[in-house]
């Protein structure tokens, strides 16, 4: 008891072979308190009963997780989908072969340590405890999974936290304070890391250098590189260059779904990592953990789970459209530095667009 209120607590004063006592209790309990949500305001009206508290942020994420689908947004990213590379039918056979015993021990031991479980409450040190006797059934509950075109309900079932985005108490006060960060249960994880390994395979033909998130080799520190290169040239000589952070609105929540799927369909991405993508997002739902209580659920039509191994690579993709909107279009004139002209840069939804002119700055924003 007094051992798992020391992991709840996320206590690290513990040394190896310390017995934890009752101290471990008041730390859970001081930590749970940490996290609780008083009060929210809205309409001007400052709310501090618990039960109305949570219903209100759920009808914010009900509106905000429902489908946001339009046809207009729909058609116009429709065609900027055309923008995106194909994989060569070589590489999309290579991404067909079946899921293998190794993949999912793979998968299974990359998983990190000391992390909140899902609805389930089953972490990740117990799979990799028993991982020769749990490997063999996750490999047939894959390949049913497959054979039905479904991933058994408690794949699709998630808790979502919370996460102050300030310290700032009257920001905290809103809805729009506050992070989503999805909890899956372990099993999924581990199917979401085996999509996660075959995309990282090809992501590197598919998204380009602009993007460095999720992608292994790439390193933000690029970006920034890049950018400090820019103002230092810009600097030392007469030119010129609007530099425009976006900020794109929770881009990760309002990822539109049947967009996502037709993204993926058109770069060629085969027949295990689509599929296995449609069926995480098909027919999911979540309930938030608030003030210690589970709401009822809600359903989830749009986003991408903040807290999945597979959403950063996801995103990548669903944003490159836009990236390349913005590298090809002639109306935006970019920075040429060491002879490549740099037009964008981003790190998940942090994008920057680099304008030689006003034009460009009119058009880039046009296009956004």
Same mark, same amino acid.
């Given at each position: 008891?007094?051992?798992?209120?020391?992991?709840?607590?996320?206590?690290?004063?513990?040394?190896?072979?310390?017995?934890?006592?009752?101290?471990?209790?008041?730390?859970?309990?001081?930590?749970?308190?940490?996290?609780?949500?008083?009060?929210?305001?809205?309409?001007?009206?400052?709310?501090?009963?618990?039960?109305?508290?949570?219903?209100?942020?759920?009808?914010?994420?009900?509106?905000?997780?429902?489908?946001?689908?339009?046809?207009?947004?729909?058609?116009?990213?429709?065609?900027?989908?055309?923008?995106?590379?194909?994989?060569?039918?070589?590489?999309?056979?290579?991404?067909?072969?079946?899921?293998?015993?190794?993949?999912?021990?793979?998968?299974?031991?990359?998983?990190?340590?000391?992390?909140?479980?899902?609805?389930?409450?089953?972490? =990740?040190?117990?799979?990799?405890?028993?991982?020769?006797?749990?490997?063999?059934?996750?490999?047939?509950?894959?390949?049913?999974?497959?054979?039905?075109?479904?991933?058994?309900?408690?794949?699709?079932?998630?808790?979502?936290?919370?996460?102050?985005?300030?310290?700032?108490?009257?920001?905290?006060?809103?809805?729009?304070?506050?992070?989503?960060?999805?909890?899956?249960?372990?099993?999924?994880?581990?199917?979401?890391?085996?999509?996660?390994?075959?995309?990282?395979?090809?992501?590197?033909?598919?998204?380009?250098?602009?993007?460095?998130?999720?992608?292994?080799?790439?390193?933000?520190?690029?970006?920034?590189?890049?950018?400090?290169?820019?103002?230092?040239?810009?600097?030392?000589?007469?030119?010129?260059?609007?530099?425009?952070?976006?900020?794109?609105?929770?881009?990760?929540?309002?990822?539109?779904?049947?967009?996502?799927?037709?993204?993926?369909?058109?770069?060629?991405?085969?027949?295990?990592?689509?599929?296995?993508? +449609?069926?995480?997002?098909?027919?999911?739902?979540?309930?938030?953990?608030?003030?210690?209580?589970?709401?009822?659920?809600?359903?989830?039509?749009?986003?991408?789970?903040?807290?999945?191994?597979?959403?950063?690579?996801?995103?990548?993709?669903?944003?490159?459209?836009?990236?390349?909107?913005? +590298?090809?279009?002639?109306?935006?004139?970019?920075?040429?530095?060491?002879?490549?002209?740099?037009?964008?840069?981003?790190?998940?939804?942090?994008?920057?667009?680099?304008? +030689?002119? +006003?034009?460009?700055?009119?058009? =880039?924003?046009?296009?956004?």
């Amino acid at each position: 008891r007094y051992q798992g209120a020391v992991v709840r607590a996320r206590a690290e004063k513990y040394f190896l072979g310390e017995q934890p006592t009752k101290r471990a209790m008041e730390e859970e309990k001081r930590y749970a308190m940490s996290k609780e949500i008083p009060e929210i305001e809205q309409n001007s009206v400052l709310i501090q009963d618990k039960a109305i508290i949570a219903n209100v942020f759920c009808e914010h994420y009900k509106e905000l997780f429902g489908n946001n689908e339009t046809s207009k947004d729909y058609e116009y990213l429709k065609e900027l989908v055309s923008l995106l590379p194909q994989l060569d039918q070589q590489s999309t056979k290579e991404l067909e072969e079946p899921f293998s015993i190794d993949e999912i021990e793979k998968a299974v031991d990359a998983l990190p340590n000391k992390k909140t479980p899902g609805p389930d409450g089953i972490t =990740a040190e117990f799979y990799k405890l028993r991982k020769n006797i749990l490997c063999p059934i996750l490999l047939a509950i894959f390949q049913e999974a497959y054979a039905t075109n479904s991933l058994p309900p408690s794949f699709l079932r998630t808790h979502t936290i919370l996460i102050p985005k300030t310290d700032d108490k009257q920001k905290l006060l809103h809805v729009t304070g506050y992070r989503p960060i999805t909890l899956c249960n372990v099993d999924y994880k581990i199917f979401a890391k085996m999509l996660t390994n075959r995309l990282q395979r090809v992501i590197c033909d598919l998204v380009g250098n602009h993007q460095t998130c999720g992608i292994r080799g790439r390193a933000i520190q690029t970006n920034v590189h890049i950018a400090r290169s820019v103002l230092e040239c810009v600097t030392d000589s007469s030119n010129q260059i609007a530099i425009l952070q976006i900020d794109l609105a929770k881009a990760f929540d309002r990822v539109c779904h049947s967009v996502l799927f037709t993204i993926l369909s058109y770069v060629g991405v085969g027949n295990m990592i689509f599929e296995g993508v +449609k069926m995480s997002y098909s027919n999911c739902y979540t309930s938030l953990v608030i003030n210690n209580n589970v709401t009822t659920k809600i359903p989830v039509r749009s986003s991408v789970r903040q807290g999945c191994p597979l959403s950063p690579l996801l995103f990548t993709l669903y944003l490159e459209p836009l990236c390349q909107s913005i +590298k090809r279009s002639e109306q935006v004139q970019g920075y040429v530095l060491c002879k490549t002209e740099i037009k964008v840069q981003a790190y998940a939804d942090d994008v920057a667009y680099f304008c +030689k002119d +006003k034009k460009s700055v009119t058009h =880039a924003i046009e296009l956004t």
